[in-house]
């Protein structure tokens, strides 16, 4: 299957390219008080509220680089809409696993943790919410 | 005021049917047996003649009434039409349009002379009609003005979509110094994105559809039900002017479908049935809408039988081991819980034991879904009621926007009695105040100044004089009173408990829509 490799928090995170809807950037996201640390905020795009997530910070929960003008990986599955926010894109390779979990490893031999969008839904729907 | 705007959807609504009568009319006078198509026709003849009736337009339901008494013969077999038949129905059809561009009259006298000769026809036998001469051929006019088509949906969205990413360049417009842009350009390229700020927000209406034609989407199926189940059944529709996003339409058609069914198989009884117990042989559903502040209530009523709280009990004293006399005092809201569990509807189906619950699992989930709320009540032999609570859905709505820090809120107007300007330093004393930066965790302490949005009223039962003034939300900066589209929160705002929903401003901007029960709530609970 193919992969979408970025980077963040010193790991190279793949998702299965499917579930890729668009890269969107120049895109104003908008704060939202009582959310977790790593969630950005909200964008509207194309007629889709996105739940926009800084990856690095699900990931570690340490802030990552300042960005002015982040890419954000827009992900759609049958089961919701998120965007992500990479410390950088890698780009995408195929690779031989059905699963799109676990580890592979790309042609330099560097580890890429496959992610499926249920799995970082599940890590943030474990964060805490709320006042 | 009010009946000027039901006159206007009468003849929107009757000039939709009997342009659809015309169509149906030269289907079945190539197959004059077809009883489906006659009971189409019916169908549309029988819709004009309710909302007629609803608006006291006794000529023209005593016109409809004599057409739809024909149309049930050939419907039935009972009789065959012929060629003369139906040029009668044309004729009837093209009176039926005089009748509703004159608001239910007719005054011209060629007219006032059709209606005699059609009324004197309708009341014979239609075989009678072959002894006439050959039916005159009708001249042939153009059609009417085109005035309105049919888009798909999909078509819709991908405009919006577009229209929203030609708005997102303005956010990529190179920063120009004055050097480089003259005065006369830049009003030019603020109006030329204003206007297109304008289209999109126009464009976003598009996805609202009128509850009447959501609910004349069910006539057929009413009507197959109906008839399968040995029934007489109406559909009447109430606040079917108000409009709602087509998406929340979409997702409420199998849960209304559920309802139809439930009403029609277990709740209206059969007309003999009805008419023994000094009942209406025709049994009535009635789909009503209203909206409430943010809220749209959508009300699905039957006047049946009402629960079966024979089948309920019998499920109860089997499954749960309930005492008959606890039976006896369950509410209403426990009856709906109880109904609405999955194996509820199983267990009925295998005893298959008469009575309410199909479906209503799939009903319950679906309102779950939509972030709704559904409440009961049913009456032995006076009928149920549904009452569907959406909350914010893809609607328009109009609310106040305010800045707290960094963050961008708003609050439907109606429930805004005012907004003061404030100075905390000053010696007087703000009633009811809520903190929204110390609720929201926000850092920074309040300044003191800006303004106050109060409340219209209290929001929960008023217990002492001091609560009598309405909530008042503190602001760093009013934004203004505008147009919103709300959209239901996602998953994980739902979880801060403070949000009601999501408003797209005209330009695309976000705003958070304030759930101001639950932020009073915990102001009350913080004070």
């Keep these: ?131 | 005021m009010e009946l000027e705007k039901y006159q206007k959807i009468f003849i929107q609504e009757s000039s939709k049917y009997l342009e659809e009568l015309d169509t149906v009319l030269i289907k079945v006078e190539k197959n004059l047996q077809d009883q489906q198509l006659w009971g189409d026709i019916h169908g549309k003849i029988h819709s004009v003649k309710g909302m007629a009736r609803a608006l006291s337009l006794t000529d023209l339901a005593t016109f409809c009434h004599a057409m739809e008494s024909w149309c049930k013969l050939f419907q039935e077999g009972a009789k065959t039409a012929d060629a003369w038949v139906i040029q009668l129905f044309f004729d009837g059809t093209d009176l039926l349009k005089a009748f509703v561009a004159g608001k239910g009259n007719i005054s011209e006298p060629k007219h006032l002379e059709r209606l005699r000769l059609i009324s004197k026809d309708l009341v014979k036998d239609p075989e009678e009609l072959s002894d006439h001469p050959e039916p005159e051929l009708r001249q042939s006019v153009a059609p009417g003005k085109i005035d309105r088509l049919r888009v798909d949906y999909t078509l819709i969205e991908s405009l919006l979509a577009r229209s929203q990413e030609i708005m997102q360049l303005e956010k990529t417009l190179p920063p120009l110094t004055q050097d480089q842009i003259s005065a006369g350009l830049e009003n030019w390229i603020n109006h030329y994105i204003s206007m297109l700020k304008g289209l999109y927000f126009q464009l976003a209406q598009l996805r609202l559809m009128p509850v009447q034609d959501f609910g004349e989407l069910f006539g057929k199926t009413i009507r197959d039900l109906a008839k399968s189940y040995n029934r007489d059944v109406k559909l009447e529709i109430v606040g079917g002017e108000i409009e709602v996003d087509i998406g929340l339409m979409d997702r409420l058609r199998e849960p209304f479908m559920h309802l139809l069914r439930n009403a029609i198989a277990h709740g209206i009884e059969p007309p003999d049935e009805r008419e023994k117990a000094g009942k209406t042989r025709e049994g009535k559903i009635v789909l009503e809408a209203d909206r409430h502040g943010d809220q749209l209530i959508l009300t699905v009523s039957d006047d049946g039988r009402g629960l079966d709280r024979e089948a309920i009990s019998a499920y109860l004293k089997e499954k749960m081991g309930m005492r008959h006399e606890d039976m006896d005092a369950l509410s209403n809201e426990k009856l709906l819980a109880i109904i609405c569990r999955p194996d509820f509807s199983s267990a009925r189906e295998t005893t298959q034991l008469a009575g309410r619950g199909i479906g209503m699992d799939v009903i319950a989930r679906a309102i779950e879904y939509l972030g709704g709320t559904m409440k009961i009540h049913s009456e032995p032999s006076i009928g149920t009621r549904f009452v569907i609570n959406l909350p914010l859905s893809l609607s328009i709505i109009y609310a106040v926007l305010f800045r707290v820090g960094k963050f961008t809120f708003a609050i439907p107007t109606s429930h805004v009695e005012a907004i003061e300007n404030i100075n905390l330093d000053s010696s007087e004393k703000v009633e009811q105040l809520c903190d929204l930066k110390g609720l929201l965790k926000m850092d920074g302490e309040n300044t003191g100044k800006g303004h106050i949005i109060r409340m219209r009223r209290p929001l929960k039962p008023v217990v002492s004089a001091e609560e009598q003034k309405g909530l008042g939300i503190a602001a760093d900066a009013i934004i203004g009173n505008m147009p919103l589209m709300a959209i239901p929160l996602g998953e994980l705002l739902a979880k801060t408990g403070l949000f009601a929903g999501v408003g797209i401003m005209e330009n695309g901007d976000i705003s958070l829509i304030l759930d101001l029960e639950k932020i009073e709530a915990a102001a009350m609970n913080t004070n």
């Design chain 1, 1 to 131: 299957m193919d992969i979408f490799i970025f980077e963040a928090a010193n790991q190279c995170i793949g998702i299965e390219a499917k579930y890729i809807y668009r890269i969107a950037d120049n895109v104003i996201i908008v704060p939202v008080p009582l959310m977790p640390a790593c969630y950005e905020g909200l964008i509207y795009y194309r007629g889709d509220l996105f739940d926009v997530i800084d990856m690095g910070r699900l990931m570690e929960n340490e802030a990552t680089m300042l960005r002015d003008d982040p890419y954000i990986i827009l992900l759609k599955w049958d089961a919701g809409k998120l965007g992500l926010i990479p410390d950088r894109i890698v780009g995408m390779q195929w690779v031989e696993n059905e699963s799109g979990t676990g580890t592979v490893f790309n042609k330099k031999g560097d580890t890429i943790k496959l992610m499926t969008p249920d799995e970082i839904w599940g890590k943030l729907s474990g964060l805490a919410y709320g006042a």
